[in-house]
């Protein structure tokens, strides 16, 4: 990782969406002028929607035919389900927007075959990318978020996802919640040029210290009560694992989220 994450301290969730959306203006102004095109990968779950609403609200900033809409992960859904992280989106911030519907990369998980489903959109992204055999493609943007249990994408703690190092996207079976999810692989993830986690409310102070502040290495008794001396904590904790190569973490986080961190130096 090309330094330490940035970690950018906010009062409240709004602060927080202005201070991701300035964020996302510049890494778009850079892009375009670098590029022509600005990529992103946009999260699900339910903290990104005051972000994707705010951006709606300003859309008259942005280069809408420059901009390509992808999505870090999905639900095993179709895109009208409630659960549908493209539904969310798609109220939040594609219906807003003059974004062409071509610029619109959705994970079909509407596929009754999460792994073809996965498959399908690999094969998109590598058409879009053009990158060589064996590379990566590096998304201008990645959006992220903090499951409770340290998850992000959908990237769980100690599932199958983990571990892969070839594909760019993948059905994970998670056991918890008995279903697959799509998702972007950790390679992707690290060949980002911004990974931008947002995190906000008190339910995520504790494992955002965790993430952040928590010790490196953790002991993990296995079902016979041995002490697992090695488990790296990362596993338990995969946002732990996003580390862009070359690109640059940020966290936006709001005071409720902080709230377990140590004091700001
Ligand atoms: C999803 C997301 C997931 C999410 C975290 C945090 O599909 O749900 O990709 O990783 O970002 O679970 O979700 P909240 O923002 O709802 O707390």
Redesign the pocket.
């Known amino acids: 990782m090309s330094g330490a994450p940035e970690i950018h301290r906010l009062t409240t969730p709004q602060d927080l969406f202005q201070a991701a959306a300035d964020e996302v203006i510049r890494a778009v102004k850079q892009a375009v002028r670098e590029r022509n095109r600005f990529t992103i990968a946009l ?6 929607k005051g972000l994707y609403t705010l951006l709606a609200a300003n859309a008259d900033v942005f280069p809408w035919d420059r901009m390509f809409l992808f999505w ?4 095993h859904v179709p895109p009208n389900d409630p659960q549908s ?1 493209f539904r969310m989106a798609q109220e939040a911030l594609l219906s807003r927007v003059p974004v062409p519907a071509q610029n619109v990369f959705r994970i079909p998980a509407e596929n009754p075959d999460a792994n073809a489903a996965a498959a399908a959109y690999e094969q998109s992204l590598r058409k879009f990318f053009d990158v060589h055999e064996g590379e990566f493609p590096s998304f201008d943007f990645i959006l ?5 249990d340290g ?4 990237l769980f703690p100690e599932t199958a996802a983990l571990e892969e190092k070839t594909c760019w996207v993948v059905a994970n079976w998670v056991e918890k919640l008995r279903t697959h ?1 799509i998702t972007l692989t950790l390679p992707v993830l690290n060949a980002a040029r911004i990974a931008a986690f ?1 995190v ?2 008190t339910d ?1 102070a504790a494992i955002l210290h965790q993430v952040l502040e928590g010790k490196d290495k953790d002991e993990d008794e296995d079902e016979d009560g041995n002490k697992d001396k090695d488990k790296d904590a990362d596993e338990k904790y995969p946002a732990r694992l996003v580390r862009p190569k070359s690109g640059k973490v940020i966290w936006f986080v709001d005071r409720a989220a902080a709230s377990e961190l140590a004091p700001a130096a």
């Open positions: 999260a699900g779950g339910s903290t990104p870090g992960d999905e639900r992280n992220l978020g903090l499951g409770p998850h992000t994408a959908s999810r947002l906000s409310g995520k």
